[in-house]
């Protein structure tokens, strides 16, 4: 079965960083797209970034550009989600997220998800 976890959430100042991690297991990891998305308070969830490990490329929202980085381990079925130069309207749950063959834009798409991580960004 396909299960996803992430790892890595956290209280931290504007300005600050934290690393989110993705573990992956139950899939061929490199036929997917692995998504990074998150959910604030009342407000719809959102897209941040993804990657497609079979050729790397990326995404990210306008409003991260700059500021995240996600990478991927394949050897330990694992993507990572560098989270720079925070500020408080990063504040959400931050979820991961697998598709068949690629990423794709929105939400839809995504078969499986993780229960996901908190980050409270503090002004």
């Known amino acids: 079965e396909v299960q996803l976890q992430a790892f890595g959430g956290g209280l931290v100042q504007a300005g600050g960083s934290l690393r989110l991690s993705c573990a992956a297991s139950?899939?061929?990891?490199?036929?997917?797209?692995i998504g990074w998305f998150r959910q604030a308070p009342g407000k719809e969830r959102e897209q941040v970034s993804c990657i497609s490990i079979n050729d790397g490329s990326t995404y990210y929202a306008d409003s991260v550009k700059g500021r995240f980085t996600i990478s991927s381990d394949n050897a330990v079925n694992t993507v990572y989600l560098t989270m720079d130069s925070l500020k408080p309207e990063d504040t959400a749950v931050y979820y991961c997220?697998?598709?068949?063959?690629?990423?794709?834009?929105?939400?839809?798409?995504?078969?499986?998800w993780g229960q996901g991580t908190k980050v409270t960004v503090s002004s």
């Open positions: 139950g899939f061929t990891f490199e036929d997917h797209g």
């Open positions: 997220a697998v598709a068949q063959s690629r990423c794709w834009s929105g939400t839809y798409g995504y078969d499986y």
